[in-house]
Structure formats: structure tokens, C-alpha cells
């Protein structure tokens, strides 16, 4: 199931299959022991899934498909309510929680699209790392290097590996400071972080509630615009590429690269090169405001605090700080001591700061940069060592955090070799300018498939 959305939709479309078969090879691949469905999902609607594909089927044979994402297998992140059902966060410190009254709009939406939702996929215990551990629940391995086992990357980890292994077509999941685009890299998919405010966020447990984005993971551009318009209430757009020929990239010198490792490093150079080749003007851009960003939020910035502010209640009892994962707790209390004047400093800082990021990036059709700098580490090494999980956590979240804090929208693109570790090329684009990158991001996308192959 590594097909676009459209080629399944115009496959459903033809009678060449059926939106059960689909459902149920996903169903299969997700109940395979020897699989990572067990640590990809928290929640399976074997059931549900086979009803909703079902009424699809007979929908369409009667002449009705009411979107492209009609009778297609969607695995939605373990933070989203579902009627009746708890909303776990990755956590067991809500597994008493009262259940959700009513889908999150982003879920009600997908569901009058006609997507068959396939389950909920694990995540980082409130989303908060960007590595994908989660000892309560498992972590699902990353499709590269089975046999050592790689973090798929997070929070939104069993989402991407959901994709990568045919378990669904495509993935909702949210992104922070790089939830979406980090595990998108990590597994050789597509990610996309749109603008924060264009997909409601009600109905989603936050993580932060100015930063938090909801968007998708899938095996393309073109289908995270689908599962994006449907998300926004938007129309499907009919996407066209951009023309490579002329366009001006910025290439982020300056932060993005530090610590960068020899894979990441040749496959960026290797895309750059084609992109040049095709006739896009790539510019080295130096943006040492970069730095600024970790100054500004070295007590914890805007998610620490308001992370607490969302905890504190639970963290005053011991017996329920205690369920916490007990990296994720030692995050979150960092809020406790930063003050109304220091979280009033940083968003004044963030939005001085912003305004030179903004100009720099105005003078550029995008900038481009490192989904991650370095590949995959293994599981292991970080459950067995606290200080490297924490030194790994901040490395591997440092460039997605950059398109966060300026409230931007980025892609990251697969830009490595079939084979090789996977690598994202990230492609960023100022607030509001989510259909521009995606018009570009096709063409780039394009390019890489084009010649990666």
C-alpha cells in the first residue's frame, strides 16, 4: 500500500478494487506479529474500519464518492478525540479521564470525506520529544535498519511507521516543533507542518497551544494537499507544479548545520546539485538570528510553560506524576519556574525576532534545510542513557523548531537513495504560504523522485 491517494482513488474509481480489500490488507499488515503494528497502534478499529469500507463500497456502486479520500485507509494520532472513547496522549496518566463527547473537527471532517479510519497510532507521551520513545506503550522501529531497531522519530512515531509499512495510506498527526516532519524523515516519507492556524486544533490535546499544528504524513506532496484541504475545509486543490527553472532557494547556512553527519550531508548536497541542474538558483543564506532562538527559550520557552500550565495538577500528586514518563515530567516542570514576565519576554522576543527571520525568507521563493541532521539512532542507545536521550531529543528537534517559532509552514521530502538511511530535505515557506510550497514542493519532489531512482 505504498500507492498516492489519487492512484488509489482512480483505482477505486475503475472497479479494479475495493475499498474492503484495501482495508483489510491495512488490517492485515497491522496484526502481523511480526510486524510493528502492536507498537505503531494504540487502538485498532478492526470493526469500525471494516463497516465504514463496506458503506463505502455500496456508496460508490450507486454512483457517490464524495472525496478522493473515500473508502482509503487514514490512521489518526492517539491525541485526537474520538467519540466515547479516552484520549490517552500517549500517557497513562489519562487513562481515567472522562471519555470525548465529540470527534475533534479534523477527525468529523475525515469522516464526511468517506476515509475509513484505521486506528490510533502511538506517540511520544504528550507529544513531548521528538524521538518517538514511549515506555508505556512500546516504539514502534523505524522501516530502515529493522535489525539494529531506529527510533521512527516523534511524537507522532506509530503515524509515520503506519505509512512506511502499509498500515495506511496516510497519517494525521500534529507537530510542535517538528512532530510531523521529523518521523516523516526518519521513515522516508512526505510530512507536512502547515500554518498553525489553519486546521482547527480543537478536540486535539495540546502539547502547546501556540505552537501545536495539525497536518499529515503520506507517500507524497500530492497527498498531504488532499488530507490538508480536507482538514482545513478547504476544496481539494488540483495541485500543478511550479516551475523549477528560475526559482530562488535559500540554503540555510548558518545553526541548521551544526553537527550535521556525512549521510545527511551528502544526500542535502546531492539535492541541491540536481536542483541547480534543473535550473533553480540555490543561494547559500547565512542566518545567524538563528541562534537567538535557543537564548530565548533557554528556560524552556513558550511549550515548557505552557506544557505546565496544562500538567501542573497532576504533577502536585505524586502517585500521578508518577505514571509519566519520567523524561517527559523532568521537560514539563521546567515551566514551573518560568514567570508571567518571562513568558510575556519570550513572545515578545519571538515576534521582534520573527521579524528579521521573515525578512531573510522574503527575499527567497523558500528556504531549504535539514529535516534532521543526522540519521536515525538506534532505540537502544537512548532508552539505556538519560543524557543522551536529552542531547539527542534537542539535536534532532533544533531545525523543524526553527519553522515553529516563525510560525512558517514547511515539507520534509525523502532526498536519500532507495536503500540508504533515509533523509528529509525540508522546504520552508513563511505563514500563509501552504498551497505556494505545495506548488513548489510537488516540483521538487518530482526532481528527487526522478533522480533518486
Known amino acids: 500500500m505504498t500507492q498516492t491517494i489519487n492512484a488509489l482513488a482512480n483505482a477505486l474509481a475503475a472497479g479494479e478494487l475495493s475499498s474492503v480489500e484495501l482495508t483489510e490488507q491495512a488490517l492485515a499488515r497491522i496484526d502481523d506479529q511480526a510486524g510493528?503494528?502492536?507498537?505503531?497502534?494504540?487502538?485498532?478499529y478492526h470493526d469500525d474500519a471494516r463497516a465504514a469500507a463496506q458503506a463505502s463500497d455500496l456508496l460508490r456502486a450507486h454512483g457517490g464518492a464524495v472525496s478522493?479520500?473515500?473508502?482509503?485507509?487514514?490512521?489518526?494520532?492517539?491525541?485526537?478525540?474520538?467519540?466515547?472513547e479516552v484520549t490517552l496522549a500517549g500517557s497513562r496518566v489519562r487513562s481515567d479521564a472522562a471519555p470525548a463527547t465529540a470527534d475533534a473537527p479534523p477527525i468529523a471532517r475525515l469522516r464526511q470525506a468517506g476515509a475509513v479510519i484505521i486506528g490510533k497510532t502511538n506517540m511520544s507521551e504528550f507529544a513531548f520529544s521528538g524521538l518517538g520513545l514511549n515506555p508505556h506503550y512500546g516504539t514502534p522501529k523505524s522501516p530502515w535498519d529493522r535489525a539494529t531497531g531506529r527510533i521512527p522519530g516523534g511524537s507522532s512515531s506509530g503515524a509515520a511507521v503506519?505509512?512506511?509499512?502499509?498500515?495506511?495510506?496516510?497519517?494525521?498527526?500534529t507537530d510542535t516543533g517538528g512532530s510531523l516532519r521529523i518521523p516523516a524523515a526518519f521513515c522516508g516519507i512526505v510530512g507536512f507542518k502547515p500554518t498553525a492556524s489553519r486546521v482547527s486544533r480543537d478536540g486535539a490535546f495540546p502539547l502547546s497551544t501556540t505552537l501545536d499544528s495539525i497536518g499529515p504524513m503520506a507517500n507524497s506532496v500530492s497527498c498531504c494537499a488532499t488530507v490538508d484541504a480536507i482538514l482545513a475545509g478547504n476544496?481539494?486543490?488540483?495541485?500543478?507544479?511550479?516551475?523549477?527553472?528560475?526559482?530562488?532557494?535559500?540554503?540555510?547556512q548558518d545553526y541548521v548545520l551544526d553537527g550535521i553527519d556525512a549521510d545527511v550531508a551528502a544526500a542535502i548536497s546531492t539535492a541541491v546539485t540536481w536542483l541547480s541542474a534543473a535550473g533553480a538558483q540555490v543561494y547559500d543564506v547565512a542566518m545567524p538570528e538563528l541562534r537567538q532562538i535557543p537564548e530565548i527559550n533557554k528556560q524552556g520557552g513558550l511549550?515548557?510553560?505552557?506544557?505546565?500550565?496544562?500538567?501542573?495538577h497532576d504533577l502536585a500528586v505524586e502517585a500521578r506524576a508518577a505514571l509519566y514518563d519520567q523524561r517527559i515530567v523532568a521537560r514539563i516542570?521546567?515551566?514551573h519556574d518560568i514567570s508571567s514576565a518571562g513568558y510575556l519576554g519570550v513572545i515578545r522576543d519571538r515576534a521582534q525576532l520573527n521579524q528579521r527571520l521573515?525578512?531573510?525568507?522574503?527575499?527567497?521563493?523558500?528556504?531549504?534545510m535539514p529535516t534532521v541532521p543526522v540519521v536515525a539512532p538506534s532505540i537502544a542507545q537512548l532508552e539505556q542513557?538519560?543524557?543522551?536521550?536529552?542531547?539527542?531529543?534537542?539535536?534532532?528537534?533544533?531545525?523543524?523548531?526553527?519553522?515553529?517559532f516563525m510560525d512558517g509552514c514547511a515539507l520534509s521530502l525523502p532526498c536519500h537513495r532507495p536503500g540508504s538511511a533515509p533523509v528529509g530535505l525540508m522546504l520552508v515557506a513563511p505563514n500563509g504560504d501552504d498551497d505556494r510550497l505545495f506548488r513548489i514542493g510537488l516540483a521538487i519532489e518530482t526532481l528527487m523522485n526522478e533522480r533518486r531512482a
Open 303 to 312: 511549550i515548557a510553560a505552557e506544557a505546565y500550565f496544562i500538567h501542573q
Open 385 to 404: 542513557s538519560d543524557q543522551q536521550f536529552m542531547e539527542t531529543n534537542g539535536l534532532v528537534l533544533r531545525n523543524p523548531t526553527v519553522v515553529n
Open 162 to 173: 503506519s505509512v512506511s509499512d502499509g498500515m495506511a495510506v496516510a497519517a494525521i498527526g
Open 358 to 368: 521573515n525578512a531573510i525568507a522574503g527575499e527567497f521563493d523558500l528556504l531549504l
Open 333 to 335: 516542570r521546567r515551566g
Open 68 to 84: 478522493p479520500l473515500a473508502g482509503i485507509p487514514i490512521s489518526i494520532k492517539d491525541l485526537f478525540d474520538v467519540r466515547g
Open 36 to 44: 510493528e503494528g502492536a507498537r505503531a497502534f494504540t487502538h485498532v
Open 235 to 252: 476544496a481539494i486543490p488540483s495541485l500543478q507544479p511550479s516551475a523549477l527553472r528560475g526559482l530562488r532557494l535559500g540554503l540555510v
